[in-house]
């Protein structure tokens, strides 16, 4: 082996990497070759050095959680949503940043949620209620049952899984526009939800048979949701999301305005 | 790639591998912010892809797609194609990095002065260069694994290394005594 092949062969040898027959060759040629061990030492002291300098960079712990958060299972619907409204146009990293938000968020109030103790009454209980049901409705597959922008898909699907055929309106003129719907199970009822949509933030809206409230929507907020209660032509509505006081008033107004199919 | 089955054998094989994911882009990106978004789209892209996964080596694999994903970043950030290295080299000499890295908390935490020198000298290296020796000497990869990773021959390899190497001996030598 001449000097050239050997030098070629330096970093392999102290790496560990070249098969036995080359180690041997390249050993016989660095023992009787000055210019070799000094690159061979040099190379080793810079291995030493980077190995002992420790620059390796851990993955930050908000990053873990919020990768772990989104990815298995978890997001699919939310892609497809996203894909659905074209959220993502801007395309490339950033278009996770809500979802991954978002399930950061769900985790924290789920957590929240647990640490929260008390013995509530039953109007206490039922919002609370809804606004578990509405983090676990964000969490897994399961913000909607059906998917579609259609009233007219949205509403038979209902049936035969109720008892009542809930409302159904469309406010994509108004900027809320219909998402989906599921089915799903509160105070102890099978009750139909319509899930809309303000900008980023869903909407879920449960209606239900009966008169429990007044006309006049009543207007919480719980864990930084904002929710309303009102009953209207003998059916309680409930509303939950985490977009602001005025948003929400303005969807129950365009809700209220707007016949139901 | 929605059953559960691949779901979880897709947090049992890659997402162990988030540090090592994260280093690697970490030190092609020199930030901590490109870095997180570098690794979180790579991560979607590997869950994406992770139904055509066929090896035994989850690891290579994924980073294999943080470095892909890096160069996508790195054209459309930089407007640069990732061959055009020397621009590189012009914009984080070891002063200018130095000064980027004074005021970050991660950089108050490379307190020891050989520590520093040696983090600086990584730093101002070449991308084609960094890149192995990070996968070498950061990943502990074999050749054949940073050859898969970064789609090269294992003779080319190790000539990279040879030669990331030499600079960083040259940028480390003259106060050597001192480190």
Known sequence: ?261 | MADPVSAQRFEKLVLPHMNSAFNVARWLTHNDQDAQDVVQEAYLRAFRFFGGFRGDDARAWLLSIVRNTFYTWYQQNRGHAPDTLEFEEDMHSLETSTADHDDNPEAMLICSQSRRRVHKALQSLRLEYREVIVLRELEELSYKEIATIVGIPMGTVMSRLGRGRQQLAALLAPTDQEA
């Open chain 1, 1 to 261: 082996m001449d000097h050239e092949q050997a030098f070629e062969l330096l970093p392999g040898y102290l790496d560990q990497e070249l098969s036995l027959s080359e180690a041997l060759e390249c050993e016989r040629h660095l023992a009787g070759c000055e210019q070799c061990q000094q690159v061979y030492s040099q190379h080793r002291q810079v291995s030493a050095q980077l190995r002992r300098a420790d620059l390796r960079v851990e993955a930050p712990a908000e990053l873990v959680k919020r990768i772990k958060a989104a990815l298995p299972g978890r997001p699919s619907l939310w892609q497809r949503l996203v894909e659905l409204f074209g959220w993502r146009s801007g395309g490339g990293a950033l278009g996770w940043a809500p979802v991954g938000a978002m399930v950061m968020s769900v985790v924290a109030l789920t957590w929240s949620a647990g640490l929260y103790l008390s013995v509530p009454s039953s109007e206490t209980r039922l919002s609370q209620e809804l606004v578990d049901n509405h983090i676990r409705s964000l969490q897994f597959n399961h913000l909607s049952d059906v998917i579609s922008t259609d009233r007219h898909t949205v509403k038979p699907w209902f049936d035969g899984k109720l008892d009542f055929a809930p409302p159904v309106v469309d406010l994509a003129q108004q900027g809320y526009p219909l998402v989906g719907g599921r089915l799903d199970y509160l105070d102890g009822r099978p009750v139909a939800v319509m899930v809309y949509r303000y900008k980023l933030h869903p909407i879920n809206l449960y209606v239900w048979p009966g008169g429990d409230a007044g006309a006049t929507p009543h207007i919480y907020q719980r864990q930084g949701y904002h929710l309303a209660h009102w009953s209207a032509a003998g059916m309680n509505y409930w509303a939950i999301t985490d977009a602001g006081n005025m948003e929400l008033n303005g969807f129950i107004t365009d809700l209220r305005a707007h016949p139901a199919s």
